[in-house]
C-alpha cells in the first residue's frame, strides 16, 4: 500500500480525468424526507459537483449495480420447432465507484467469497464485479452504525484508492497500479509522519463517535444453544414479512429464477430477481411444500445464515454493521437489538 | 389435440390449443375490461392467443359457446345473482378479474352503513333501484382464479393468458408490493410521510402507485401471511389516525376487517 496526500482541489481534477472515459457512480442527494433531512441514492454523476462526499449513507446500497434486482439471465430466440439461446452479462463497461464507505467495500469483498471464489462462480456478477474501480472514502458513524462491532469499520483491501479528509487535504491509501497511474496526472505529496498522525488521529476519533453495537463474543455459539428462544416468536410477530431488511442489505445475494415466454411466442427469457428470506414462498419448493412457512423462522433463518452459517463457512459474519435493514423497518426490528435479545433471552 | 382457429398457433413446433373466451361485467366500471384492450402494441398477439367469443365493451358477436369467462365486477343484485350462476354452468373455468370480483372492491364501501334502505334512497331518490349487499364472486359461485387489481395489470393478465396457453402453471406473487418497490428503487413514502400498504398488499402491479408516488391502497388485498395487525400499530405509531388506516384498509374489500365481518 501507497500512502500520499493532495490539496482537496485536485479531487475535482482526478473526477475529470475518470470521468471522461468511464461511468462513474457516487452518492447524490435524491430527494428531502419528512424532516428535510436529506436522502442519498448512488446514481450515475456527470457533474462533480453533484457527489455528496459527506453523505451519511444510502437507503439502497450500490449492489444493483453488481447484483441487480431483476436481470435476464438468457434470453431464447423461438422460430418453428428450434431455438436459439444467448447470455449477456448484461455489462457494457466498467463502473467507478467514486466515494464507498468502508461497510459497503466490506460488502463486496464478502459477496467476492461467494460469488467469485467459490467452487461455482458467478458469471453474472464476475463481470461486472471485475474492473471495477472503486475510490472510498471515509465516514462518520451515525446512530445505526455498527460496523465497528462487524469488524468492518475500516476496508483493509477490495478498493482502488481510499482518501480520508485530514480538513486541508486527503489522505490516500493506493492499492492498485491503475489507482496510481491515475494520481500520477495529480499533484500529490508523498505522505508524511505527520500526515499519518493526522489520519491515526481522525480513525481513533471516528471509533470513539459509535453509539450502535452489538457484542459478537461466543455469537454463532449462543446462537446454538438459543435456536428454541421465544425471543423468535416475539420478532416474527413484529415482522411484516416485506423483505425490505433484504433488498437493502449489501450483503443480500439470494435470488428467484423465473422463465416466461413473450406474447408472441417468438421469445422466452429466464429472468433472475433478487429474494428475500423472510419473504413467505422463499423456501417453497416444486410440488408446493413450504419449510418455513412460520414468520419467526424465517426472520431467525435470516439472522442464523449472516450471524451463525456465513461465520462456519467464512470465518466472518455476512453482515457489515451498515444498519440499513433497521432503518427500513417499519416494525422497527434492528440487528442490535434482535441479538442484544437473544442473549438476554427478552425483547424488552 | 384438437385445434380451432384458422391461423393456427404453434410453440417449439407444437400446435396450440386456443381457448373459447369470454369477457362479462357485473357491478363495476368497466376498466378492468380496458385495461385488456388499451395495451394496444401487443393486443393483436394476445388475441391470437385465445379465441374472443364475446366482449361487449369491444365487439357486437357474442356467442355462448365459452370454455373461459373473465368476469369483471360484484354482485349487487338479484338479477346479477342468476345470470353468474348461469355463466358458472357454461364455463369451465371462471375467472374474477379485478378486485371487484375478487373482494366487491370499491363497491363494497357502501357495505360500511347498517340500513342499506336508507342509501339506496339516498342515492337513487324517486328512482330506486334494486341494488343491495355487495357481494364477491365466490359468494355466490366457485372461482377457480383470480386476477387482483384495481385496475388489473395488463402485463400480469398478459403472463396469465400466455401460462394457460402454454399449459405452464400460473403463479400469484405471493410477496407484498415492497418486493417490486424496492426493486424499483423508490424512497419509502413513509419516509416522506405518506401512508402505504404496500407492506401487507400482494404484489404483481409493480408497484404502480408508490412509482408514481401515491400511497399503495391495498387494491389487490392481502399477500400470504400480511401481518395486517402489525401494519396498523406501524402506521398508528408514525401518527397516522385510526380512520387514516381503516380508509385505507377498507378501500377495496380486499382486507377483512372486524367492522366488516360483523355484517356479513
Not at chain 2, 56 to 61: G, I, K, L, P
Request: glycine fraction near 6%.
Amino acid at each position: 500500500m501507497l500512502f500520499k496526500t493532495f490539496a482537496k482541489e485536485e479531487l475535482k481534477i482526478l473526477f475529470e480525468i475518470i470521468a471522461a472515459h468511464n461511468r462513474v457512480v457516487g452518492p447524490v442527494e435524491k430527494a428531502r424526507d419528512r424532516n428535510n433531512k436529506p436522502i442519498y441514492a448512488f446514481e450515475d454523476v456527470h457533474e462533480f459537483h453533484d457527489i455528496q462526499l459527506n453523505y451519511t449513507t444510502t437507503k439502497l446500497p450500490a449492489k444493483r449495480f453488481f447484483l441487480p434486482f431483476k436481470e435476464d439471465l438468457s434470453t431464447f430466440k423461438i422460430e418453428d420447432d428450434k431455438w436459439q439461446k444467448s447470455i449477456d452479462y448484461n455489462i457494457d463497461r466498467p463502473v467507478v465507484f467514486w466515494g464507498l464507505h468502508a461497510c459497503d467495500i466490506n460488502a463486496l469483498n464478502k459477496l467476492d467469497k461467494v460469488l467469485l471464489h467459490s467452487v461455482y462462480p458467478m458469471p453474472y456478477y464476475a463481470a461486472k464485479r471485475k474492473n471495477m474501480f472503486i475510490i472510498g472514502i471515509d465516514c462518520e458513524p451515525q446512530p445505526f452504525c455498527f460496523c465497528r462491532s462487524m469488524g468492518a469499520d475500516t476496508a483493509l483491501h477490495g478498493f482502488d484508492l481510499f482518501i480520508t479528509d485530514l480538513g486541508e487535504k486527503y489522505f490516500v491509501e493506493i492499492l492498485t497500479d491503475t489507482a496510481f497511474n491515475f494520481l500520477r496526472e495529480l499533484k500529490t505529496a508523498d505522505a508524511l509522519e505527520e500526515d499519518h498522525i493526522l489520519y491515526m488521529k481522525k480513525v481513533d476519533e471516528k471509533k470513539k463517535q459509535f453509539t450502535a453495537r452489538i457484542d459478537t463474543t461466543d455469537l454463532t455459539k449462543i446462537l446454538d444453544m438459543e435456536f428454541q428462544s421465544e425471543v423468535w416468536h416475539q420478532w416474527g410477530d413484529k415482522c411484516l414479512s416485506c423483505g425490505s431488511c433484504s433488498n437493502v442489505c449489501p450483503t443480500c445475494y439470494c435470488y428467484g429464477v423465473e422463465e416466461t415466454v413473450n406474447i408472441d411466442l417468438k421469445g422466452a427469457r429466464k429472468t433472475k430477481m433478487l429474494y428475500s428470506c423472510n419473504v413467505i414462498d422463499f423456501a417453497e419448493v416444486a410440488g408446493g411444500h413450504n419449510f418455513r412457512p412460520l414468520r419467526h423462522n424465517r426472520l431467525k433463518y435470516r439472522y442464523y445464515h449472516k450471524h451463525r452459517g456465513f461465520v462456519e463457512a467464512f470465518e466472518e459474519s455476512l453482515c457489515v454493521g451498515c444498519g440499513r435493514c433497521g432503518e427500513t423497518c417499519l416494525a422497527g426490528i434492528t440487528v442490535s437489538e434482535v441479538i442484544a435479545s437473544v442473549k438476554t433471552g427478552s425483547k424488552e | 389435440m384438437k385445434t380451432n382457429g384458422a391461423d393456427d398457433k404453434t410453440y417449439l413446433g407444437i400446435p396450440l390449443y386456443r381457448p373459447r373466451v369470454a369477457f362479462f361485467e357485473f357491478t363495476s366500471c368497466e376498466g378492468c375490461q380496458l385495461q385488456i384492450l388499451n395495451n394496444e402494441g401487443t393486443l393483436l398477439d394476445f388475441l391470437s392467443l385465445v379465441e374472443v367469443v364475446a366482449f361487449r365493451e369491444a365487439m357486437t358477436e357474442k356467442s355462448d359457446d365459452y370454455e373461459i369467462a373473465f368476469i369483471e365486477g360484484s354482485i349487487t343484485r338479484d338479477d346479477e345473482v342468476e345470470r353468474l350462476k348461469k355463466i358458472r354452468k357454461k364455463a369451465k373455468v371462471l375467472v374474477a378479474l379485478g378486485s371487484c370480483a375478487c373482494f366487491g372492491g370499491v363497491n363494497q364501501l357502501k357495505n360500511r352503513f347498517h340500513d342499506l334502505i336508507a342509501v339506496n334512497k339516498m342515492v337513487y331518490g324517486e328512482h330506486p333501484v334494486n341494488s343491495g349487499l355487495v357481494r364477491p364472486l365466490c359468494d355466490i359461485v366457485k372461482v377457480d382464479m383470480q386476477i387482483f387489481g384495481c385496475p388489473v395489470k395488463k402485463e400480469e393478465v398478459e403472463k396469465i393468458v400466455i401460462n394457460l396457453a402454454l399449459g405452464k402453471s400460473i403463479v400469484l406473487p405471493k410477496y407484498p408490493v415492497c418486493m417490486e418497490c424496492k426493486a424499483n428503487e423508490n424512497i419509502c413514502l413513509f419516509e416522506q410521510g405518506e401512508p402505504c400498504l404496500g407492506p401487507i398488499t400482494r404484489a404483481g402491479c409493480d408497484s404502480w402507485c408508490p412509482n408514481n408516488k401515491a400511497g399503495c391502497w391495498g387494491c389487490r388485498g392481502p399477500a400470504d401471511d400480511a401481518n395486517v395487525e402489525q401494519m396498523k400499530k406501524v402506521m398508528k405509531d408514525l401518527g397516522f389516525s385510526d380512520e387514516t388506516i381503516m380508509d385505507r384498509l377498507e378501500c377495496f374489500g380486499g382486507f377483512q376487517t372486524d367492522e366488516k365481518n360483523g355484517q356479513r
